[in-house]
T-cell receptor, first 112, second 115 residues
Framework: DGGITQSPKYLFRKEGQNVTLSCEQN?????MYWYRQDPGQGLRLIYY???????QKGDIAEGYSVSREKKESFPLTVTSAQKNPTAFYLC???????????FGPGTRLLVL | AQSVTQLGSHVSVSEGALVLLRCNYS??????LFWYVQYPNQGLQLLLK??????LVKGINGFEAEFKKSETSFHLTKPSAHMSDAAEYFC?????????????FGQGTTLQVKP
């Protein structure tokens, strides 16, 4: 079955630690996105990529980094510079920019 | 800049009653509009989308939404609520003229369905 997978489902981060969230899609989509979800705030765009080896900052990129070395993969690293990382992180993909986005099941990041 | 406003963070209806979730947008040109549903601790699932065809859009699970340009609205409705409709609903807008695909989301509306 085609779809988007995110792992792990839950992730715990210690102070000063970088953690990486995985996002993989087998839909052959060109565009991929990372969103952060906080209660009562909807979803906010962190980074997006429309093509391999290229990505752009979204509205809240500070404290995060990404890479796009393969079409099907778009990992997100939450760095120690992100002071409030506790949130639900959602990855999405679309055929190309402007088309319907399809979402993965999400990763919940908690701080120890 | 584009924005989306969902009126009412919580809506409660009785099973079998009409569901109405409100969404207003601001955009310089008619945008693409989406409604997504999210069940607890899950990702978002597309309910329906408006791109440029008929202003009344039918989606999954009996939901529909009407694009009203004069009111800059895209309200979501369902004639008869079911217990399984209890979830959080998000309205989102994407610029028609942009190929970045950036979605701007509303804050979400939690739908409670009472037996």
């Amino acid at each position: 079955d085609g779809g988007i997978t995110q792992s792990p489902k839950y992730l715990f981060r210690k102070e000063g630690q970088n953690v990486t969230l995985s996002c993989e899609q087998n839909l052959n989509h060109d565009a991929m996105y990372w969103y952060r979800q906080d209660p009562g705030q909807g979803l906010r765009l962190i980074y997006y990529s429309q093509i391999v080896n290229d990505f752009q900052k979204g509205d809240i990129a500070e404290g995060y980094s990404v890479s796009r070395e393969k079409k099907e993969s778009f990992p997100l690293t939450v760095t120690s510079a992100q002071k409030n990382p506790t949130a639900f992180y959602l990855c999405a993909s679309s055929i190309m920019g402007g088309e319907t986005q399809y979402f993965g099941p999400g990763t919940r990041l908690l701080v120890l | 800049a584009q924005s989306v406003t969902q009126l009412g963070s919580h809506v409660s209806v009785s099973e079998g009653a009409l569901v109405l979730l409100r969404c207003n947008y601001s955009s310089s040109v008619p945008p693409y509009l989406f409604w997504y549903v999210q069940y607890p601790n899950q990702g978002l699932q597309l309910l329906l989308k408006y791109t440029s065809a008929a202003t009344l859009v039918k989606g999954i699970n009996g939901f529909e939404a009407e694009f009203k340009k004069s009111e800059t609205s895209f309200h979501l409705t369902k004639p008869s609520a079911h217990m399984s409709d209890a979830a959080e609903y998000f309205c989102a807008v994407s610029e028609r003229s942009s190929n970045t695909g950036k979605l701007i989301f509303g804050q979400g509306t939690t739908l409670q369905v009472k037996p």
